[in-house]
């Protein structure tokens, strides 16, 4: 966005904020989905993040290099004041049907239920992050916003943003790491019960279990 753009949506010009929605609001449509997990919450939150951006207009400051930080900073506070955003985006998780089994799984199969399993099992973690945190991440490894341009959308020093992604990074390790103990995760095929051959008692084995 350049200079006289910037003046112009300050001064209240209708066009100038078409072509900063028509810029950004796909962007910010995908932020927002990344930290609820809810695509009617994403629209919902793009909706009121440019209504906010066109309330605070005069806010923007006409010096800075770039547009953008202030809008994923508007994001972020309307993120912020949905109380429900992380509850919403487990729920939505969980609510994702189990793939269903095969007889016969190839490698190639099994390689590709592990990496969906695995990605379920990330976004659950990143819902669980402390909120500071899990801003961060959200704008700095997802919406590839740098340390700089994620500092002045959360109004923290960059030495703050640094030292919060480290340590994002670092729990959400661990925390996806527990979310692939847990069982009945997406993804993870169910226990199938059936009768074992020469046995009158009846055994539970695993589809894991069937095709090793």
Same mark, same amino acid.
């Given at each position: =966005?350049?200079? $006289?753009?910037?003046?112009?949506?300050? !001064?209240?010009?209708?066009?100038? &904020?078409?072509? /900063? &929605?028509?810029?950004?609001?796909?962007? %910010?449509?995908?932020?927002? =989905? +990344?930290?609820?997990?809810?695509?009617? !919450?994403?629209?919902?939150?793009?909706?009121?993040? &440019?209504?906010?951006?066109?309330?605070?207009?005069?806010?923007?400051?006409?010096?800075?290099? $770039? @547009?953008?930080?202030?809008?994923?900073? @508007?994001?972020?506070?309307?993120?912020?004041?949905?109380?429900?955003?992380?509850?919403?985006?487990?729920?939505? =998780?969980?609510? =994702?049907?189990?793939?269903?089994?095969?007889?016969? &799984?190839?490698?190639?199969?099994?390689? +590709?239920?592990?990496?969906?399993?695995?990605?379920?099992?990330?976004?659950?973690?990143?819902?669980?992050?402390?909120?500071?945190?899990?801003?961060?991440? /959200?704008?700095?490894?997802?919406?590839? /916003?740098?340390?700089?341009?994620?500092?002045?959308?959360?109004?923290?020093?960059?030495?703050? %943003?640094?030292? +919060?992604?480290? +340590? !994002?990074?670092?729990? /959400?390790?661990?925390?996806?790491?527990?979310?692939?103990?847990?069982?009945?995760?997406?993804?993870?095929?169910?226990?199938?019960?059936?009768?074992?051959?020469?046995?009158?008692?009846?055994?539970?084995? $695993?589809?894991?279990?069937? %095709?090793?």
């Amino acid at each position: =966005m350049n200079v $006289s753009l910037r003046s112009r949506l300050r !001064a209240g010009d209708p066009e100038a &904020f078409r072509e /900063l &929605f028509q810029e950004l609001a796909q962007a %910010v449509h995908r932020h927002a =989905m +990344r930290a609820t997990g809810d695509w009617s !919450a994403a629209e919902e939150v793009v909706s009121l993040t &440019f209504l906010e951006v066109w309330r605070l207009r005069e806010k923007l400051d006409a010096n800075d290099d $770039s @547009v953008h930080p202030w809008v994923y900073g @508007v994001a972020t506070n309307v993120l912020r004041n949905r109380g429900r955003a992380a509850r919403r985006h487990r729920s939505a =998780m969980y609510r =994702m049907p189990a793939l269903e089994t095969a007889p016969d &799984f190839s490698d190639e199969v099994a390689e +590709r239920l592990d990496a969906d399993r695995r990605l379920d099992a990330v976004k659950a973690a990143v819902a669980r992050l402390r909120k500071n945190d899990r801003e961060v991440f /959200l704008l700095c490894v997802w919406s590839d /916003l740098s340390y700089a341009e994620a500092a002045q959308a959360l109004g923290i020093a960059v030495g703050t %943003v640094r030292s +919060r992604l480290a +340590r !994002a990074r670092k729990r /959400l390790h661990e925390l996806t790491e527990e979310e692939l103990k847990k069982p009945g995760r997406p993804g993870e095929p169910p226990a199938v019960r059936e009768q074992i051959r020469g046995d009158r008692a009846p055994a539970v084995r $695993s589809t894991q279990e069937t %095709v090793q």
